[in-house]
């Protein structure tokens, strides 16, 4: 991943030297585990603990010979070490390495980004609880419906990224697992408690079965996760971005000083880092789906998931780091204007109140298609007219012969939309 969208921590963990030192363990481990089996001598482990190392340049310049990055690394270490060289990758195969490491790398990976979910997540309850009570219009399909509360949406957005740390959590493991079993899964020439062994000393898991390879439904599962919270993250910008539109003004995402929004336009305030959140988001989206691709490989294994899997996981991984912090930061920073939201809800001529003024006749008897078809067409009037549409209804007869004017008024009490919201909160447990 480029550098504009690494975060250090978490591109460290995919650095060549950070892949090599994990290879390098997993090696080590092995050979540990090989002498508590009493096949390798325990002095030799110890010189080999001591002396193993490697140079990024050397294993680089052994696989322009071998075409076998594996090999390479192997013939490095083994130009470091002594005698105790003909134990380094004994009985195992590549893959043996390359997957276990990758479990302990993602490993690595997944406990940043779930502390990253974990720290929005509280993001969203803080904006959530802060914003309980202010009133708001909500639409759907783009046209004003009835009113809700910014908090209401905030605390939409927590329950999901909850249900994602959930998803998380359960994806992320399924990925943190190793496997030493040889070159089709039988243990050949390897002994199942060495798996385990290197395994429990990684923090992960040893698989119940594989063959050459862990199987990639794995880490196609943990893919198109990090594709759900990414999309997760684009819909909340998305939301961010529409109510930031200069119509609405409701939200804005913070705006540094100094900073500029257009080369020719000195008024723009531009939703930029919203915008961003957006767009990589799709990128994680085609990860996922290369990620799918990487499923279906030849009998116990062949290396075209090898290519791909060099560029997603670390891609997704980081970019999913940089999303969660920025996004994070943007929510945590939002400029909020109850007043234009205020202003929004009084736009629209009173119509959002036409359903509750729909229920009152059918509470004084009207059937439903009677009410609908009276109240209808006073809505539409105070939209072709802009007429305030609760006056239309005070002068309509049906209706003042049925509702008082009391009555009528209660009809446009945005409070009545809203009296449940503590309700809500108390079952999210934010209250």
């Known amino acids: 991943m480029i550098e504009r969208y690494s975060r250090p921590e978490m591109a460290r963990i995919w650095t060549e030297e950070n892949k090599f030192n994990a290879w390098l363990e997993v090696e080590l481990l092995a050979c540990e585990a090989w002498a508590e089996l009493g096949v390798i001598p325990k002095e030799d482990v110890k010189e080999l603990r001591k002396n193993a190392s490697f140079d990024i340049d050397r294993i680089y310049e052994i696989e322009q010979e071998t075409r076998h990055d594996v ?12 005698p105790e060289r003909k134990w380094v990758h004994y009985g195992l195969t590549s893959t043996d390495v390359v997957d276990t490491a990758l479990g302990y ?3 690595q990976a997944n406990e940043i980004l779930e502390q990253d979910i974990v ?3 509280e993001i969203l309850k803080q904006k959530a609880i802060q914003y309980k009570d202010t009133p708001m219009m909500g639409r759907t399909h783009g046209v004003h419906a009835e009113p809700t509360t910014f908090g209401l949406k905030m605390a939409l957005w927590y ?21 030493i079993s040889g070159a089709v899964g039988t243990y050949a020439n390897i002994d199942p408690f060495v798996e385990a062994y290197v395994c429990d000393k990684l923090g992960t898991n040893p698989a119940p ?9 794995r880490h196609a599962e943990y893919m198109a996760t990090l594709a759900l919270i990414a999309t997760s993250l684009d819909k909340f910008a998305t939301e961010i971005r529409a109510l930031q539109k200069s119509e609405f003004r409701e939200v804005e995402e913070p705006f540094a000083k100094g900073q500029k929004g257009s080369s020719a336009m000195p008024h723009k305030r531009n939703p930029i880092g919203c915008e961003s959140i957006s767009g990589l988001s799709r990128v994680i989206r085609g990860h996922m789906i290369s990620a799918y691709e990487n499923v279906t490989l030849w009998h116990e294994r062949d290396i075209s998931h090898s290519s791909v899997e060099r560029i997603i996981l670390p891609d997704a991984t980081i970019l999913l780091n940089y999303m969660l912090n920025r996004f994070g930061n943007i929510v ?5 204007f109850p007043e234009n939201m205020k202003r929004n809800m009084q736009s629209t ?11 009152k006749l059918i509470d004084k008897g009207f059937s439903r298609e009677q009410a609908y078809d009276t109240v209808q067409p006073r809505a539409m009037q105070a939209w072709e007219e802009q007429r305030s549409f609760r ?3 005070e002068n309509t007869a049906a209706i003042r012969e049925t509702l008082s004017l009391e009555e009528i008024e209660d009809c446009f009490n945005p409070s009545w939309h809203l009296k449940h919201v503590d309700t809500i909160f108390k079952r999210l447990g934010l209250l």
Do not use: H
Not at 75 to 82: H, I, L, P, T, Y
Not at 159 to 179: H, S, T
Not at 332 to 336: C, D, E, I, R
């Open 105 to 107: 790398l993602l490993r």
């Open 349 to 359: 001529y009173g119509v959002p109140f036409s359903g509750r003024v729909m229920t």
């Open 209 to 217: 079965i594989s063959t050459q390879t862990l199987q990639r439904d």
């Open 332 to 336: 945590k920073n939002l400029t909020v």
């Open 391 to 393: 006056e239309i209804i």
């Open 71 to 82: 090999i390479a690394f192997t013939r490095a270490v083994s130009e470091k070490v002594g």
């Open 119 to 121: 720290n929005f997540i």
């Open 159 to 179: 329950e999901e990224m909850k249900r994602n740390l959930e998803r998380f959590r359960f994806a992320a493991d399924g990925v943190q697992y190793g496997k």
